[in-house]
């Protein structure tokens, strides 16, 4: 239990801040990060040329051991070529899986290109529309949703593997946690590189769905089917917040595509 409560220690401050002012994060610099904005998006094209770079990788690990395989069935003779080819093809059938897997997620890369241009926020937005802000307050949502476990006496009753320790899904929940932790940067308007910015994004999504599953296991051997947090003050937080983060994406893609009519309709009067 020590554990859960050192780390809960360190995220005292997400209620109050989501519940005073209404989005997360609220203390911080109110300047403009005018090279942020593309922050997301420039992160995301990286992401391209990174899984561009895996796909040849694996289609040329997938030549290596189809060429393997023809040269172990030459190279045996016809009664032993069954066994003698065995294991080459189960490293191509490996390599080609590893292929298609590489092509699955260069797709998905590509299609979160297009979701970070539509979202991206125009010139001159606040800094809560910023992808590091926004990033920042889906963590903080995640972080509250957890500490709707640690802080509510009834929903440690209900569901008590959110708070054991000892369980294995709560643990490597706890372990992402500290990473997306230490990723973290100290303020919203911190600049940060693309590099830097993708790798905490991915720091929050591994904690995200780390979170999920320990969620679902806890409620799982609790005999419960829906989440225990719903039913507290700091479960209602949580989801305000997670809305709060929606609300800033959907607020962020109507501003740009505002934005982008009157850069149209400016040029048609031109």
């Known amino acids: 239990m020590e554990p859960l409560l050192l780390l809960a220690a360190e ?4 209620a109050p ?4 002012v209404g989005t997360l994060g609220a203390i911080g610099v109110r300047r403009r990060q005018r ?18 770079r895996e796909v040849a990788r694996t289609r040329a690990h997938l030549k290596v051991a189809q060429a393997e395989l023809l040269r172990a069935r030459a190279e045996q003779p016809a ?3 069954f066994g003698a080819g065995s294991e080459a093809k189960r490293r191509v059938q490996l390599a080609d899986r590893a292929a298609k897997a590489a092509v699955a997620d260069l797709r998905v890369r590509r299609a979160s290109v297009q979701a970070a241009r539509a979202t991206m926020p125009p010139t001159g937005a606040p800094i809560e529309a910023m992808p590091l802000a926004r990033l920042r307050s889906e963590h903080d949502a995640l972080t509250a949703r957890w500490i709707a476990y640690e802080t509510d006496p009834a929903l440690a009753i209900d569901v008590p593997a959110m708070s054991d320790a000892s369980s294995p899904a709560l643990q ?30 991915d720091a929050v999504r591994e904690a995200t769905r780390a979170f999920e599953a320990a969620e679902r296991d806890a409620l799982g051997r609790a005999g419960r089917g829906e989440p225990a947090g719903e ?8 989801q ?6 929606q609300q800033a994406l959907e607020r962020s893609a109507q501003v740009w595509e505002r934005a982008e009519r009157d850069r149209r309709r400016r040029r048609r009067e031109d």
Request: net charge positive.
């Open 240 to 245: 305000g917040l997670l809305d709060t983060a």
């Open 231 to 238: 039913r507290s003050d700091w479960g209602a937080l949580a």
């Open 79 to 81: 009664a032993s070529a």
């Open 11 to 14: 995220w005292w401050w997400v």
């Open 35 to 52: 090279s942020g904005r593309l922050l997301e998006l420039t992160a995301a094209r990286q992401d391209v040329r990174e899984a561009h």
């Open 17 to 20: 801040a989501g519940a005073g």
């Open 172 to 201: 490597a929940f706890l372990r992402a946690q500290q990473e997306a932790t230490r990723l973290r940067p100290a303020d919203r308007s911190v600049r940060m590189s693309p590099q830097e910015f993708a790798a905490y994004r």
